[in-house]
């Protein structure tokens, strides 16, 4: 009886050693007319195993977003477990996503707590990334969600000056279609619920592309 109790006494600290916190991503943005959060953990169930795929297309994508400029497969947000972080891949090279001030036109950058994602138009906030190391983890709690502001440089002697204002980075100039997935033409985002003006397909699945001013 006492090997029996020993065993189960055995089993129950090898569980709470493997009990951890999972590693997971907080995103807050506002999508028609609403405030949303969502959290993204490292296993989670997926379309694409392995990643969080976003964009407009419910069919393929795990959390989906209505703003027409979002393409219907834009990016997918994954955990690198040798890098122990969080990273954005671009799936949609014409509608490349800002990141921090700075296109992603391919491959994946990491993300961090307070990063800033456009897709299209569409800002999307990092709040919290809470990551599971050996050492006691402390997990904060999601961030209020707040415009992003350039960091100014140090002012080296100390002097005061006048307020800066900042802005957010501006998203890429120029106007935003929906290429028709069977004739392959551009029309105005107005058209979403109506479908292609030139051969009456649904845009529904349609891609998001950039027109440059004056095309």
């Known amino acids: 009886m006492l090997g029996i109790a020993q065993r189960k006494v055995e089993v129950a600290k090898l569980r709470d050693t493997q009990v951890r916190p999972m590693n997971a991503l907080t995103l807050q943005w506002h999508d028609a007319g ?3 959060t969502q959290q993204i953990y490292e296993q989670q169930r997926s ?3 392995g990643t969080v795929r976003i964009g407009r297309d419910p069919l393929r ?3 989906v977003l209505t703003n027409p400029t979002v393409s219907g497969l834009h990016v997918e947000i994954f955990f690198n477990s040798q890098q122990q972080s969080f990273y954005i891949r671009n799936l949609r090279s014409p509608n490349p996503p800002l990141i921090d ?3 992603l036109i391919q491959g994946e950058r990491p993300l961090n707590q307070g990063s800033i994602i456009y897709l299209g ?3 999307l906030q990092v709040t919290a990334v809470n990551i599971n190391t050996i050492a006691a983890t402390v997990l904060t709690p999601p961030q209020p969600f707040t415009p992003y502001q350039r960091q100014q440089p140090a002012n080296q002697n100390n002097s005061v000056t006048s307020p800066v204002h900042n802005h957010p ?3 890429v ?3 935003y279609g929906l290429e028709c997935p069977k004739c392959h033409k551009v029309s105005p985002v107005e058209d979403l619920q109506v479908g292609c003006r030139w051969c009456g397909t649904s845009l529904a699945a349609a891609v998001s592309v950039l027109v440059a001013p004056g095309n």
């Open 34 to 36: 609403q405030n949303k």
């Open 47 to 49: 379309k694409n195993p």
């Open 61 to 63: 994508c795990d959390i």
């Open 101 to 103: 001030g700075q296109q």
């Open 121 to 123: 138009q569409l800002q």
């Open 169 to 171: 980075p501006t998203p």
């Open 173 to 175: 100039q120029g106007t």
